[in-house]
């Protein structure tokens, strides 16, 4: 079964930092990219981060300088390091894949981890 499992997450105080891991399972998966979303109560979905198969990173200039994204190919795992969080970072977080398989490429998503940070 093809799926996207996150973890991390939680309720931090504004300075503070949070890890969050999304690991990509499933037999004849090739992945494109991995990468990270974040909604906000009110608002639209935007991008946070981004890391390709050939380790181009894109980031949302709002995070810069504070959060990175790493991944573990061995063991198709994607990382977001959050670090100096402020209050306006608070929101549900997305894992996004874009991976191949069943001849196909599928735009996935995990279910969401909730990033709360206190003032």
């Known amino acids: 079964q093809v799926q996207l499992v996150e973890s991390g997450g939680g309720l931090v105080q504004a300075g503070g930092s949070l890890r969050l891991s999304c690991a990509s399972s499933g037999r004849s998966v090739a992945i494109n990219h991995m990468g990270w979303s974040r909604q906000a109560p009110g608002k639209q979905r935007e991008l946070v981060a981004r890391?390709?198969?050939?380790?181009?990173?894109t980031y949302a200039d709002s995070v810069k300088g504070r959060f990175t994204i790493s991944r573990d190919n061995a063991k198709n795992t994607v990382y977001l390091q959050m670090n100096s969080l402020k209050p306006e970072d608070t929101g549900v977080y997305y894992c996004?894949?874009?991976?191949?398989?069943?001849?196909?490429?599928?735009?996935?998503w995990g279910q969401g981890t909730q990033v709360t940070v206190s003032s």
């Open positions: 890391i390709t198969s050939a380790d181009t990173i």
């Open positions: 996004n894949a874009y991976r191949y398989y069943s001849s196909e490429w599928h735009d996935d």
